[in-house]
T-cell receptor, first 115, second 114 residues
């Protein structure tokens, strides 16, 4: 049972364009939604995260949009750059003590930013 | 340098030969986890540990064992590896406090079981 569904599987965007990756979750008890970025040969690294008490969080060119009623959240990368080419994973967890580390990940989106 | 280390980075073994993948963190984190990454399936949690001697199953624990005898170390044990355990494995550690829940991942161990 896939508790966090991620789309698209792959994405090609021109330099300067907007990259959008979508995730949907089923478990309404989830209350922490991070995005991880993974470069080839490396482990994932936290990019940005959001709690459901806000509908949007922005850090530089990266923005998370969150829709609690639809149980969906998305990552927007503005002014996409070739250095953003990586695999992106959405994830979700609950924030009871000890459970934030019990992350459920999406299946990943391979982003390629072309010149 | 704050980091999570894993050894070995690459391992080819045969079915049934017991193996251990080590994981160590130098950040004094309470929480540690093991994940496997497979194409089209993303990252799936195998086991996680909330502190020394406290472990719990993740989503795909079958065929794996873990132990947490020291806070910094969290080895993954495959007592009788099978080809379906061929995968890329990641160890991660985290500290739940002051609003931070970031998991720090190691560099990965690519395991092939023939």
């Amino acid at each position: 049972q896939q508790q966090v569904k991620q789309s698209p599987q792959s994405l090609i965007v021109q330099k300067g364009g907007i990259s959008i990756i979508n995730c949907a979750y089923e478990n309404t008890a989830f209350d922490y939604f991070p995005w991880y970025q993974q470069f080839p040969g490396k482990g994932p690294a936290l990019l940005i995260a959001i709690r459901p008490d806000v509908s949007e969080k922005k850090e530089g060119r990266f923005t998370i949009s969150f829709n609690k009623s639809a149980k969906q959240f998305s990552l927007h990368i503005m002014d996409s750059q070739p250095g953003d080419s990586a695999t992106y994973f959405c994830a979700a967890s609950m924030l009871f003590p000890g459970t934030a580390s019990k992350l459920t990940f999406g299946t990943g989106t391979r982003l390629q930013v072309t010149l | 340098e704050a980091q999570v280390t894993q050894n070995p980075r690459y391992l080819i073994t045969v079915t049934g030969k017991k193996l251990t993948v080590t994981c160590s963190q130098n950040m004094n984190h309470e929480y540690m986890s093991w994940y496997r990454q497979d194409p089209g399936l993303g990252l799936r949690q195998i086991y996680y540990s909330m502190n020394v001697e406290v472990t719990d199953k993740g989503d795909v624990p079958e065929g794996y064992k873990v132990s947490r005898k020291e806070k910094r170390n969290f080895p993954l044990i495959l007592e009788s590896p099978s080809p379906n355990q061929t995968s890329l494995y990641f160890c991660a550690s985290s500290f739940e406090g002051t609003g931070s829940y970031e998991q720090y991942f190691g560099p990965g161990t690519r395991l092939t079981v023939t």
